[in-house]
C-alpha cells in the first residue's frame, strides 16, 4: 500500500498551501497532495478567464509550486476515508496516512429553482473542462443572465460583457449587488461601475424559473417579468464539500462544514481540515461564519499544516478580508462592514474621509479614494475598514486588515507611521486611515 | 496686539497637520498659522513638478485645506520669539499665543565644495520662486550635475531627465544611491533603472569643487575628472531650521534640531515642535535620528497638536517608513534595512522571496514583486521590511509598516489576514509577506 507520512486531500489554495507548510514545519516528513483535477485553477481566477486572461490553461497553479517542495501529487479520486486503519480509499488504490489534512473544498451553491438541470444553466466548478463548456457557449451567446449579485456574479458579468456578450444581466434579491461585503455607499458605486460597462443590474427581485426547450432559453422573475437567456450563471454562493468527512464519521458544525477546533483539529485523531470544508468562526464574537475566501483557506492551511505533528497555532477566527475590481475601480473591506457591526450589536463610530491618491492629485494614476472606518465606540477598537480606490486599494485593504487583526484603536491609528510617496500614495497630511481615526476620535469624544 | 489661542510657526506638511489636529481637539480654540511663503509646496511633489507635473503652481497645498477648518493663515516673516512674553514678532507686527507650535522645518544643507555659490547652483529650496528659476534654467541646460544619490537626488535625475535634458549625472559617494535607505540588492535595482532611463551614475566619488566664470561650467570630482554643467542640483540632506528657536533659548539637542519630550513639548512652557525642525529619536533603541520625512513630520505635528492643552499622546519613535519611484518601478522601507540593524547591534534573521503580484501573473498590472523582511532572531519581531514592485507596493509597504509599529513577530505575520484579489495583489498561497514570515521562521528554528 502506498503511504506517506502526510496526505492532503485536495490541491487547490488549502491544499497546497498546508502541503507547503507542512514542507516548511516538518522538513523530514513525506508529503503526498491526492486530487482528482488533471490541472488547478488559480479559484479566484476563475471569471478572469473568459474577458481578460483568455482560457484556463492561462489561470493555472503550476504542479512545480508544490514539486519543487518535494510534495508528492496523485492523481486520484478519493472514495473513502477509514480513520482507524488511517488510509484512505482512491482510485488508484488505498493511500495510508500518518496525519491527514481534508482540503476538499467547496462546491457551487444550486438554488432551488425549477430548471436549473437545463442544459447551458453553469453553477461555477473550479474544473478546466466545464469552464471550457462554459466559454464555448459564452463565444456563441447574446444574452446571459447571472443569479446572485456577491463576488463571483459580479466578477463573471464584467468579464462575460468585456468578452463580447452584448447582454448581461445580474439578478440579485437583496436591494443592492454586494450588500453582504460592502456598506450600501459603496454598493451603489460598484453598481454605478457595473451599468457603466454596459451590465444590466435587477436588484430586489429573483428567478422564479429557468426555462427553455432543452437548453436554457429565458428567466422568469417572480414580478413575472422574463429575461432571455442563451446561458445562466448560478452564482449563489458555495457549500462545504464534505463528502467523505461525512461518511467517515467526522463531526460537522452547525454551518455544514466539517467541524475544527481552533488548531484545525478535526473530531478524528491525526486529522485536520481547512479551507473552504472547514468551520469557521468570526475573529467577532466568535460566532459560526460561513465566509469563503481563498485567503481564509490558506490561513487555516498554515495553521493546519504548521500544528501536525505539535500544536504551535491557534486561529484567532476569521476577520473576513476580501476585494474586487471593475475595470479600474477597487473596492475592499477589512473586517465588519457599519452594516455588519450593528447586526452582531456593536455600538460603533464611523468616519469616512475621501480624497486623492496621489499628491498633487495630478500625479499619475491619481483617482479619489473613499476609506471608511467602523470602531466600537467604548474601546475605540477598529472593527472594520472599507475602501474604494484604484488597484493599489488591495495593499491599502491590508493596512487596514493588519489594524484590525491587531485590535488597534482609533489612538493607535491616528499615531500610525505611514509612508507616503507623491506617485504611489495620498499625502502625509490626508493619508486616510489616520485622518478617518482623528475623525472618530472627535465623535467618540463629542458624545453626549 | 494680534492674539491666536494657538500659534503655529510655519504652513508646510508639519504646520498644517498642527493646526488641523489643534483644530479637532480643542474645537473652541483660536488657531492661527503664521508663514512667509505666498504659496505653500507640496513637500514631497517637489522632484515631479520638472518631468511630470510640470509647473510649481501644480504641486500646491491649497490654502482652502486649512482656512475651511477655521484656521487663520497669516503671511508674515516671524523674526523673533520671547517665550516670557508669549509674543513673536514678525514683518506684520507682534502676534501673542497662548500655546505656540514651532514647525519651521529644514533648510536645504551646502556641502563644503568651492563654488556652491556660483549661480546655476541649486540647493532644493521649498520655495516657488527658486523652484521657477531652477525650472527655467533646466529649460536651456544640456548637462546637469547632481550632487547626491539619495531621494532627492534620485528623484531630481529622472524628472530632469525625464523633461529633456540629455546629460544628467548623479555624483554619490558611497558605493551605491540610496544606499541609507536600502540594502545593496534594492539600491542596484534602482540605479539598473535610472540607467535604464538614461541617467548616468557615479559613485565612490565626490565632486571637490564646482567650476565656472561667472555660472556653473563644470563639476570636478576627487579623480581628477570633470563634468560638464550648466546646473547642479545640491541633494545633500537638510538641516533644521532653528534660527528663532535657538535664539529664544529654546534647548538644541545633539543632532541640532529643537530638543523636545516624547509629548513634542520644548524645553519652554507652552511651545512645542514637531517636523523637520524637532529633535527625533529611533522607534529601535531610542538614539537620536536625523530622518527627515513628511509623513513623520505629520504624526509628530498629530502629537503636538492634541497635546497643546493637555498630553494625550506620546511619540513611540521614528520608525523610518519611505518609498520611491522610478518609472513603474517603486521601492519602499518600513523600519530598518538590514545593514541598518545590524549596524544597531541586532542580531537578525532575513528572508527575501520574489514573485508576481497578480495571480494569475498574466493579469493586468502584472509585475514581479520583491519583498524582503528583516527579523530580529531571538524574539522574532519584525524590524524592517523593503519592496520593489509597481504602485501598489506604496501601501504594500504601509503593510509592513503596521506590523512594525504593533511589533508583530515573524509567527504573527505567518497569521496575518490579508485580502487578495487576481487583478490587485499576489495569490494567497504566494503572498510575500506571510512566506517571507514562514520562511524567517524556518531559518530562526534551524539554528545551531
Redesign the interface.
Known sequence: MKTADIVILGGS?AG??AA??AR??YPQKSVLVIRQEKEVL?P??IP?IFG??GSPS????PDA?VEKASVEILLAEVRSLDPDRKTVETSQGPVGYDKLVMATGSLPSVPPIPGTDLPGVYPIAKDVPSLLALQEELGRAKDVVIIGGGFIGIEFADEIRKAGVDNVTIVEIAPHCLSLSYDTVFCEEAEEALKGRGIQIRTSTKVQAIQGQGHVERALLVDGSTLKADVVILGAGAIPNVKIAQAAGLVLGATGAIKVDRTMRTSVPDVFACGDCAKKFS?FGGRPSTLK???????EA??AGANLYGI??EN?G??G?????IGDL?L???GLTESAAVGEGYEVVTATVEGPNR??G????GAPMKVKLVFERNSGVLLGGQVRGN?????????M???V??R?TA?DI????????????A?????PL?NAA??A??AMRNRC
Open positions: 489554495a497546497i498551501t507547503l507548510t516548511r514545519h488559480i479566484c481566477g478572469y481578460t486572461v492561462k489561470n493555472l497553479i509550486l475573529f475566501l481563498a485567503s481564509i483557506a490558506t490561513l498554515r495553521i504551535t497555532r484567532c476569521t476577520i478580508v476580501w476585494s474586487t475590481a477597487a475592499g473591506t477589512a499628491h498633487p495630478g500625479m499619475p494614476g488597484s493599489a486599494a488591495g495593499e491599502l485593504l491590508n493596512v486588515a493588519a489594524c487583526q491587531q488597534m489612538e491616528a499615531m500610525f507611521q505611514m509612508g507616503t510617496h507623491p506617485a504611489l500614495t499625502s502625509p497630511v490626508a493619508y489616520t482623528e475623525i476620535i472627535g
